[in-house]
């Protein structure tokens, strides 16, 4: 009985790996963004991480220059 449901989970796993179409498996085509601009990534990537760390700090300078 286990040997029967592990070979149709074995199975239905291959087909659906085998008819995903998961448009040929190129790295990076399912990004939202281009890896093919080096020097835009590289500013998208310190915009993100920059508006992400210095947030913060931001927020903070406003409150204590709040009156």
């Known amino acids: 009985m286990f040997a029967r449901a592990a070979a149709i989970s074995r199975t239905g796993m291959t087909n659906l790996v085998r008819y995903s ?7 990076g ?11 835009k ?3 998208l990537f310190i915009v993100f991480l920059g508006s992400g760390l210095g947030a913060p700090f931001f927020v903070l300078r406003h ?3 709040k009156q």
């Open 41 to 43: 990534l590289t500013a």
């Open 21 to 27: 179409h998961s448009h040929g498996g190129i790295p």
């Open 63 to 65: 409150q204590l220059l």
């Open 29 to 39: 085509e399912n990004l939202p963004f281009s890896l093919t601009n080096r020097y």
